[in-house]
């Protein structure tokens, strides 16, 4: 468990017009050049970025010992200027990287960008505190960026406390008590005035093993995390038995209707609409959710919302066996291009300036602010400061916090929740994914990339997609389901995992 906080927000905000820091002297730089301003790009997931003068980037800069000249690109047009930015002459010292995409590993894998693997380990805060997911966030095994950390444990079931209660039904453990209580939401009037109600809530969900509804209930079945490692081997996790058996039963539940009737189409950013709204009453997700969920009915009723909303985390199936199901614990790095930084001096000065940021001071300047101005602390947690000048520091922090990687381990400042309902429903989440973790199915081939997955990836995927969605939909029977499967395999994917294993193979040598 790496916090309380929910680290750094991956949503995309709307692309603004923004006077944008510009970037001098980039290019591929003299090795014997000193570093004296450090030049960072980065996304801007708000609509204005900060002051080079504000109050946050001075201290930042106090910090670090050094002026910083920062690039703030819109985050919808940000992967465009990367690409960009990498076949100029001005390109920063420091280049966030919001994913493992495959321009960036084909870009370090062929000597763009600094391999670290061998260096980090002399700068205390950029050394991984979880292995795993250092290993997960390498390419091929190497590591070409200093990873930014997000919670390995998100997973959880939001579930209306008041149904549950209305019924005397007690919280789900294990994916038999989800059935049941997703039954008893359809059938037995848990609101209790005769409205028609669902069970589960699940929205239109593109893409696989990417933390969705799906792959949480397959996981709970016994389902691998994308790839399954068996006798020194990788095979895809669909092409498991348990891939069938958890699609059965999730169609099961669909076809009683236990499940929304539109999960096929329902819009994403929808999906807390019929919670809250009284027409279903589970949602299988994260624990954020649960707690936006929380602050509806507070915003609705901010005397009588405490008994609304409850969560648990993974389910345990029905031999009583927990699999849980980690995010990467990852989202994109902080990578450093060799034509800005060429020379190993060079890049001690850039790595001990982000190493001091990774810092616990470092952290609470990127995360939280300036303790004083923008919030105070309580305890071990953060009150915000209600003032003109508070709200300017806390709107850069937002900004701020996309440059820091915490890969050391979270060190800033959680929240204080609002009220006591919410604070408790924070302890629990807390608990149940602190416990989960024990049990978290990582993903065994999470650090390797196949140049085959890389070029047809996208399509071999969507397979998988349309044909789970077809035999959930009762488009296609069981049988149906496991050609479209051995489609994949004739179409690409054998070679994928042949690839993978070499790579895997290679890897643990």
């Not at 002459?89 to 495959?102: C, L």
């Not at 809250?276 to 609705?300: T, Y």
């Not at 616990?360 to 953060?382: A, T």
């Given at each position: ?121 002399e700068y205390p805060h950029l050394t991984p505190e979880n292995e795993e997911v250092a290993h997960g966030a390498s390419i091929n095994g190497r590591t070409y960026g200093i990873f930014r950390l997000r919670d390995a444990m998100r997973a959880a079931i939001s579930l209306r406390k008041d149904w549950l209660d209305n019924l005397g039904l007690a919280e ?179 790595l001990t300036a982000l190493d001091k940021l990774s810092s616990e001071e470092g952290q609470r300047l990127l995360n939280n602010g300036i303790e004083g101005v923008n919030y105070e602390v309580e305890g071990e947690q953060s009150l915000p400061i209600e003032s003109e000048e508070a709200s300017l520091v806390q709107s850069d922090v937002e900004a701020f ?35 989960d973790m024990d049990s978290a199915v990582f993903n065994p081939g999470a650090a390797y990339m196949s140049e085959s997955y890389l070029q047809n990836g996208a399509i071999l995927d969507q397979i998988v997609v349309d044909a789970r969605l077809k035999y959930l939909a009762g488009q296609i029977d069981e049988a149906g389901l496991e050609a479209e499967l ?24």
């Amino acid at each position: 468990m790496f916090s309380r906080r929910t680290l750094l927000s991956g949503a995309a905000a709307g692309a603004a017009t923004l006077g944008l820091a510009a970037c001098g002297g980039g290019g591929s730089a003299d090795a014997d050049t000193e570093i004296t301003t450090l030049r960072i790009m980065a996304p801007l997931l708000s609509d204005t970025a900060p002051d080079p003068e504000g109050q946050l980037q001075k201290a930042i800069e106090e910090l670090i010992g050094m002026p910083l000249e920062i690039t703030w690109v819109p985050n919808s047009s940000y992967g465009d200027r990367v690409t960009v930015t990498m076949a100029s002459d001005n390109i920063p010292h420091v280049m966030v990287q919001t994913g493992k995409s495959a321009e960036f590993a084909q870009t370090a894998e062929a000597g763009g960008y600094w391999d670290l693997t061998d260096i980090l380990p002399e700068y205390p805060h950029l050394t991984p505190e979880n292995e795993e997911v250092a290993h997960g966030a390498s390419i091929n095994g190497r590591t070409y960026g200093i990873f930014r950390l997000r919670d390995a444990m998100r997973a959880a079931i939001s579930l209306r406390k008041d149904w549950l209660d209305n019924l005397g039904l007690a919280e789900p453990e294990t994916t038999d008590d989800l059935m049941e209580i997703a039954r008893a939401f359809s059938e037995d009037d848990p609101a209790g005035d005769g409205s028609s109600t669902t069970g589960l809530i699940i929205p239109a969900w593109s893409g696989y093993g990417n933390n969705g509804p799906y792959d949480l209930w397959e996981t709970w079945h016994g389902t691998a995390n994308v790839w399954k490692e068996e006798g020194g081997s990788l095979s895809p996790a669909f092409l498991a038995p348990e891939f069938i058996e958890a699609n059965r039963a999730m169609r099961e539940m669909i076809e009683a209707g236990h499940v929304n009737a539109d999960f096929a189409t329902m819009d994403g950013a929808d999906w807390n609409e019929p919670f809250f709204n009284g027409q279903g009453g589970i949602i299988a997700d994260v624990s954020s959710r649960g707690m936006q969920l929380s602050g509806l009915f507070k915003d609705a009723d901010p005397e009588d919302y405490g008994d609304k909303v409850t969560m648990v985390g993974n389910l345990t199936n029905p031999d009583g066996t927990l699999w849980a199901l980690p995010t990467p614990g990852y989202s994109g790095y902080l990578s450093i291009p060799r034509a800005a930084v060429p020379g190993d001096e060079q890049l001690a000065t850039v790595l001990t300036a982000l190493d001091k940021l990774s810092s616990e001071e470092g952290q609470r300047l990127l995360n939280n602010g300036i303790e004083g101005v923008n919030y105070e602390v309580e305890g071990e947690q953060s009150l915000p400061i209600e003032s003109e000048e508070a709200s300017l520091v806390q709107s850069d922090v937002e900004a701020f916090s996309q440059i820091g990687s915490q890969s050391n381990g979270y060190m800033g400042l959680d929240s204080k929740p609002e009220g006591e309902p919410e604070a408790a429903l924070d302890e629990k989440r807390v608990d149940f994914h602190e416990a989960d973790m024990d049990s978290a199915v990582f993903n065994p081939g999470a650090a390797y990339m196949s140049e085959s997955y890389l070029q047809n990836g996208a399509i071999l995927d969507q397979i998988v997609v349309d044909a789970r969605l077809k035999y959930l939909a009762g488009q296609i029977d069981e049988a149906g389901l496991e050609a479209e499967l051995e489609r994949w395999t004739s179409s690409g994917g054998q070679q994928v995992v042949d690839e993978m294993n070499e790579l895997y193979q290679q890897g643990s040598n």
